[in-house]
């Protein structure tokens, strides 16, 4: 009934690579700030909190367009530091890469920080009473016991990369084969009158996608909690 | 206590009477047009207005496909201006125009737009651009007919995987304006109206890709409009052709 050619397999592959690298890039990130929200005092820090939570409530499209203004040839930072370095970003998939970023961050800084609040600062303080450093003290007591905060927080940001169209479209282009998604492959089959079986069957992959992330959140959540 | 919820539930109510007892706006025309239509269409539909005053417009514009596919799916269009006649063709086969209506309106020529340093100066040159915007083929008309030229003369292959496709042909010239490609399949008509940056680096020969045809008709609830039907017939009247002649059309 319906055979995917190379540009859809391909979409498929740029869907999970450009969530994957995502997720992996803004891990450290959002551990550090949702570090510093919780245990650290300092002025700005209502800035910090509006700034991380505000991808949330725009809405995608203005994201790309900022990005765009941003890093495209004639932006800010494409015009000081991308283009005299040779590094074109907008219209690859590094673009993809960071429109899934911005979009995803706040979604993992909150599932660690509400993990971290519940961390007893007891632990931390009696940690560093016994002469561990601040590092050790973040290796050995803060990351093990906000694990589960890290996974929820990940698979929140990969599941909303592997959906991620409004940014994405505008600062990744649409590239059949190099920075084409599932979302974006999606459209195009949609917005033609005869491709609806494509169209149809791309959705699938990406339920099916999906419905995994979610058993496997899932099945982590609840061994986790098993073990706490 | 009940005094102050009167008041408060009052300008509800009357905003919802007022917008039921709204006069039925019966010479509004729905109108679905491509893309590449847009200047010239909101030009026309204002010169019609002016010799029917009670005649209003709602307009969509597009990619051809897209809207076709809208209509399909029952959008409330009551007239539809394709940039080919594939999706015309596709809307007649599925019995949503009326097929006695269909009328071609205007023509338009296929043009690869960039920045003025390049050394491009013919199609084969372009394999050597980097980034290339074209309108999606599967419902961008614009692309179609920029795929059609690039697979006649033999270098589809070659740029793929650098081809952008854009949602209709006006995002293909933003990008080549935005210089975020180097190079962009547009309609001549786009070229003249709205490059700022980039200019006409060629005029894709005819003999590659079909003509560029532009096919209006009515829909079924069109049809009944009388509006409507007379701004069809408007459309192909010397006046209406000479405001479409100022935006780069061309009528044979």
Redesign the interface.
């Known amino acids: 009934m319906f055979a995917f050619g190379p540009s859809d397999y391909s979409a498929i592959f740029v869907s999970v690579k450009v969530a994957v690298v995502a997720t992996l890039i803004s891990l450290p990130l959002a551990f550090t700030v949702a570090y510093c929200m919780t245990f650290k005092r300092f002025k700005g820090m209502l800035v910090l909190d509006v700034l991380v939570n505000l991808p949330l409530t725009l809405p995608p499209v203005v994201i790309g367009y900022l990005l765009l203004m941003l890093l495209g040839q004639n932006g800010w930072i494409g015009t000081w530091l991308l283009q005299p370095l040779g590094i074109r970003i907008i219209f690859t998939w590094k673009a993809a890469v960071i429109a899934t970023m911005v979009v995803g961050f706040p979604l993992m800084v909150r599932a660690i920080r509400t993990n971290m609040e519940a961390i007893d600062r007891r632990l931390v303080d009696a940690s560093r009473l016994l002469g561990a450093g601040c590092f050790d003290s973040i290796f050995t007591i803060i990351v093990p016991l906000c694990f589960r905060g890290l996974i929820a927080g990940s698979l929140l940001m990969f599941a909303r990369g592997l959906g991620e169209f409004g940014a994405t479209i505008i600062v990744a282009g649409n590239i059949p084969g190099v920075t084409q998604t599932i979302p974006l492959a999606i459209y195009d089959y949609v917005s033609s009158p005869n491709r609806e079986v494509m169209a149809m069957a791309l959705c699938c992959v990406s339920i099916i996608i999906s419905v995994v992330v979610l058993i496997v959140h899932e099945w982590l959540g609840k061994r986790m909690g098993r073990r706490a | 206590m009940i005094v102050k919820n009167v008041f408060r539930i009052l300008p509800v109510v009357l905003a919802v009477f007022g917008l039921l007892t709204m006069p039925v706006q019966a010479e509004e025309i729905n109108l679905f047009a491509a893309a590449s239509m847009r200047d010239a269409v909101d030009a026309l539909c204002d010169a019609f207005a002016e010799i029917n005053p009670d005649a209003t417009f709602q307009k969509n514009y597009a990619?051809s496909?897209?809207l076709?596919?809208q209509i399909?799916n029952g959008a409330p269009a009551d007239m539809y201006i394709s940039a080919n006649t594939k999706?015309m063709d596709?809307l007649q086969g599925k019995k949503m125009v009326n097929a006695a209506s269909i009328a071609v309106i205007a023509y338009n020529e296929l043009v690869f737009v960039g920045m003025p340093e390049l050394k491009v100066s013919e199609l084969k040159d372009i394999v050597t651009l980097e980034?290339i915007a074209i309108g999606?083929p599967?419902?961008v008309p614009a692309g179609q007919y920029a795929m059609e030229a690039l697979k006649k003369s033999g270098i589809d292959q070659q740029l793929?995987?650098?081809?952008?496709?854009?949602?209709d042909v006006r995002e293909c010239l933003m990008?080549a304006e935005?210089?975020?490609?180097e190079g962009a399949f547009v309609y001549m008509t786009d070229a003249k109206q709205m490059a700022k940056n980039t200019r006409v680096l060629f005029v894709v020969p005819q003999e590659l890709y079909s003509r560029v045809t532009y096919p209006a008709a009515l829909t079924a609830s069109g049809s009944a409009k009388i509006q409507a039907a007379s701004f069809l017939d408007y459309l192909r009247t010397p006046a209406a052709q000479k405001i479409f002649a100022l935006f780069g059309f061309t009528d044979k």
């Open positions: 990619a496909g897209l076709a596919k399909e999706w596709y980034r999606s599967m419902s793929h995987k650098r081809l952008v496709m854009a949602r990008y935005m210089g975020e490609v």
